[in-house]
């Protein structure tokens, strides 16, 4: 699959955050969008939750839709025609018409699709067994495919490889990309020891990177959540300045929710959260002018 054309800076379009997030007035070059809270159930008739298609192609003829996928099982142990991704994600981004589609590299399985940060076991086996399901999956899906890395709290046993190894290693031998979440590193960071943010960009294939997730989030008992309850923090823009001088992926979104992750998220709202995330997507576009603008000739 060929690389994207460069499209710029976006929000995920977020339904926890819908009822009062004016999505349609920011100034922003594309709209990501979750599958998993529009899809219709797998025991429905149903692609898309009633109205739910209507609304995203009202959104369409404002800014191009870009299909993210969480819980689609790709990558756990079911048939691979029998995963919601196989069997509702792949219809959904062909409809709304993405011009490629991130997921996450979680495990999952009709017992355990809740579960959020459930990180593949980073081993030479496990490339082989992910990368033959992505090869497939990104035919189906007839877009380039690319790999979400996750937020974790511990790590899997058994793994025999660093994660960064693990997920260029995938890539290279699907044939698919990288959807690079800044914020996700940052945590990651934070939570498990030895755990270096420029270590893992270094071990990249940089140029494998089709997209960014910038989000911000908190502090719980102990160890930093991705919950995307908060401004972006100085380290993530830090890591985006770099990667932007080295890399030219197609798109950078911002992400922001309500209480999807935990009971303790902040529930977003009001003025403030309003002003906050303009600022956040005001400095994103400024970052991503600075790298992308042609250098004028003395």
Same mark, same amino acid.
């Given at each position: 699959m060929d690389r994207p054309q460069s499209i710029g800076i976006g929000i995920q379009y977020n339904p926890e955050i819908l009822g009062w997030f004016p999505f349609e007035s920011l100034d922003v070059d594309l709209f990501e969008v979750l599958l998993d809270p529009v899809m219709g159930? @797998? %025991?429905s008739p149903y692609l898309f939750l009633p109205g739910a298609f209507e609304k995203l192609m009202e959104l369409k003829r404002k800014r191009p839709l870009l299909a993210h996928s969480n819980y689609g099982c790709d990558f756990g142990f079911l048939p691979l025609e029998e995963t919601p991704a196989a069997r509702r994600h792949v219809p959904m981004t062909r409809a709304i018409d993405? &011009?490629? /589609?991130?997921? $996450?590299?979680?495990?999952? %399985?009709?017992?355990w699709l809740d579960i959020w940060s459930s990180p593949l076991q980073f081993s030479r086996a496990e490339v082989v067994r992910v990368a033959d399901r992505a090869r497939r999956l990104q035919d189906l899906y007839g877009v380039p495919l690319a790999h979400e890395n996750a937020a974790y709290y511990v790590r899997t046993p058994g793994a025999d490889m660093r994660e960064a190894d693990f997920m260029?290693?995938? !890539?290279e031998r699907a044939g698919t990309y990288l959807h690079l979440d800044l914020h996700n590193v940052y945590a990651n960071s934070l939570n498990l020891p030895g755990y270096r943010t420029d270590e893992y960009l270094d071990a990249? &294939? @940089? %140029?494998? /990177?089709? !997209?960014? $997730?910038l989000a911000g989030g908190s502090w719980r008992d102990g160890l930093y959540h991705d919950w995307h309850d908060s401004p972006v923090p100085e380290p993530v823009w830090e890591m985006l300045q770099w990667l932007l001088e080295r890399a030219s992926p197609a798109a950078v979104t911002l992400e922001y929710q309500g209480r999807c992750h935990h009971e303790g998220t902040r529930v977003l709202g009001g003025q403030s959260d309003l002003d906050m995330i303009v600022d956040d997507l005001s400095r994103a576009r400024s970052i991503w002018q600075a790298a992308t603008s042609p250098v004028e000739a003395a």
């Open positions: 159930p @797998l %025991d993405s &011009p490629w /589609v991130a997921d $996450h590299c979680f495990y999952g %399985d009709n017992s260029a290693s995938v !890539a990249l &294939p @940089l %140029d494998r /990177v089709i !997209a960014v $997730h």
